[in-house]
């Protein structure tokens, strides 16, 4: 492993980033209009004055082999063509912005993550490896997950229905997938009264920690993705 590690989270509201070592996360905003051009040179003057060796970054899209595979909905363009080691000038591991916080999460057995945001992020973690999914667009309720349990659901629903849908979203994907446990985590966790059971709230700080893992794991897990 890199004896430190900039680990950049990109959200589509903002980019935070620590380094291995440092005590506070850094940010910048994002939005729609930030291209990948506009996050790497962003990232780099807000990372002045720390040292790094590697590059890891949660990408809020669906990854292959260090890349992303299509543009993001809620960015600007240009992610897909850019060559993140050459913009960093270090090695770059990239995985979807869900499976790094489910990894950062992770303390044992068969664990299932589910990112409450603006859409539904979701990942399992099964002894160390992380495996990316996308949960967010199967059916359900002549709809999909994601409508049901995201951020325009939870305004339009009110918070106390989307609470009950997002138990039983939680219910049927436990069924499924029959995790030991469930890790709830993304902005949204936070207007969760009562926690299904089984579950365990995190919050997105854990994605800092799935980063540094990242590195740790030699297996690359989102390259089968």
């Not at 209009?33 to 807000?46: I, P």
């Not at 063509?81 to 992770?106: C, E, H, T, W």
């Not at 973690?125 to 002549?142: D, I, N, Q, T």
């Not at 985590?185 to 700080?205: F, I, K, Q, T, W």
Request: proline content about 7%; hydrophobic content about 40%.
């Amino acid at each position: 492993m890199p004896e430190r590690v900039l680990v950049i989270d990109v959200g589509g509201t903002n980019v935070k980033i620590l380094v291995s070592g440092e005590p506070e996360p850094r940010h910048l905003p994002s939005g729609p209009t930030m291209t990948a051009a506009m996050m790497t040179e962003g990232v780099k003057a807000l990372a002045r004055g720390w040292e790094f060796d590697a590059v890891a970054i949660g990408f809020p899209g669906v990854v292959h082999n260090d890349r992303p595979v299509a543009e993001p909905h809620n960015l600007g363009p240009g992610w897909v063509d850019l060559d993140y080691a050459a913009a960093f000038g270090r090695p770059v591991k990239m995985i979807n912005d869900a499976a790094m916080q489910a990894l950062g999460s992770y303390e044992q057995g068969k664990m299932l993550f589910l990112g409450l945001g603006t859409g539904l992020g979701s990942a399992l973690v099964v002894h160390g490896e992380v495996l990316p999914m996308e949960l967010a667009h199967l059916p359900y309720r002549h709809r999909t997950f994601e409508q049901h349990v995201g951020d325009a659901a939870l305004k339009r629903l009110g918070v106390k229905e989307w609470r009950r849908r997002v138990a039983d979203v939680v219910r049927r994907l436990t069924a499924a997938l029959v995790p030991d446990e469930v890790v709830l985590g993304g902005g949204n966790a936070r207007h969760l009264d009562a926690l299904p059971e089984g579950c365990r709230r995190v919050d997105n700080s854990r994605a800092f920690e799935g980063g540094l893992r990242l590195w740790q794991d030699r297996r690359s897990p989102d390259r089968a993705h």
